[in-house]
């Protein structure tokens, strides 16, 4: 899908009410998320295990 296409399903999926921040906030959080299952797609992923072992440092 095209990314202005992308973007228009984004904006119309919030709220008629929604600030400009959150426009750009829910633009740049769907970005992310497609760019990690992309990720994923090309096993550039990492296993939940290893994901936690990461975390531990910082959740402890």
């Known amino acids: ?3 202005k296409e992308t973007a228009k399903q984004v904006i119309d999926s ?3 009410d ?4 959150e426009i750009i906030h ?3 959080v769907n970005i992310k998320f497609s ?3 992309q990720e994923i797609r090309e ?3 990492i296993s939940q295990v290893d994901a936690r072992k990461k975390l ?3 959740l402890n």
């Open 1 to 3: 899908m095209a990314n």
């Open 14 to 16: 919030l709220p008629n």
């Open 18 to 21: 929604v600030s400009m921040d």
């Open 26 to 28: 829910a633009l740049y």
């Open 35 to 37: 760019n990690g299952e």
């Open 43 to 45: 096993g550039k992923g």
């Open 56 to 58: 531990e440092k910082w």
